[in-house]
């Protein structure tokens, strides 16, 4: 299976042109389809096996539908499965080439499958504790990362990921600028995890990514 080759200097400079600029990047065709198909299959998978648990919000992570919808399974690097062997050894080159480029002192990386049902979404937030915004702590949030596995995603679907562009130090309005970005399978979003609010719009069938962030020293 084809991974994708992040000494191109054309992926690269794209990925880190976009991050400087924007403080996001959207990346299509990030993961060949073989592998997004074997990531979706495990997902499911291990969904019905009864390894999924309805994901919380908070410090405290209390489970609340009508914020946030997904189930969510924790995957750890010392999986054996070649599809998240692949993966993690693609976020950890991602990580490096990153940190050489942009020097934000990424130190680690934390991941899971994030299963939306159909109707679910996750209301507008932000990735990162307000108190850290300013001044990271050791081991915050600061990159998120986010590959979509939905295969032959139809637009009508709905399950857009809505990024708010500007910087809002509260809940910005619904109204305010805006960009959605579609679930595709392969999909790569990154984005500082300080910087964003976002929310996840409903969608008319399961709606699946792999969802990690890259956390400071």
């Keep these: ?5 992040l000494t191109s200097p054309t ?16 990346i299509d065709q990030f993961l060949a389809e073989p592998i997004v198909a074997e990531l979706h299959a495990l997902a499911q998978a291990r969904r019905h096996a009864g390894l999924t648990r309805q994901a919380g919000t908070g410090k405290s992570a209390t489970t609340n ?4 919808g ?9 999986d054996t499965h070649p599809a998240l062997q692949q993966y993690f050894a693609l976020m950890a080159d991602l990580q490096q080439q990153i940190n050489r480029a942009l020097m934000l002192g990424l130190d680690s990386y934390e991941t899971h499958f994030a299963i939306y049902p159909p109707g679910t979404g996750y209301s ?15 081991g915050a949030r600061t ?8 295969q032959n995603w139809p637009e009508a679907a709905g399950g857009a990921l809505r990024l708010y562009l500007d910087t809002h ?7 305010a600028r805006h960009l959605d970005i579609a679930p595709l399978g392969g999909r790569l979003v990154l984005f500082l995890s300080a910087r964003f609010w976002h929310q996840v719009l409903p969608a008319s069938q399961d709606r699946l990514s792999v969802t990690g962030w890259f956390k400071t020293r």
């Design 1 to 5: 299976m084809r991974t994708p080759d």
């Design 11 to 26: 992926l690269l400079t794209t990925i880190i042109d976009q991050l400087s600029e924007h403080h996001y990047c959207v």
């Design 65 to 68: 539908a009508n914020l946030r």
């Design 70 to 78: 997904d189930q969510i399974d924790w995957l750890e690097p010392e």
């Design 124 to 138: 507008t937030h932000i990735d990162q504790f307000i108190q850290h915004r300013v001044a990271a702590a050791p």
């Design 143 to 150: 990159l998120t990362a986010i590959i979509y596995l939905n």
């Design 169 to 175: 130090e509260a809940l910005p309005a619904q109204e």
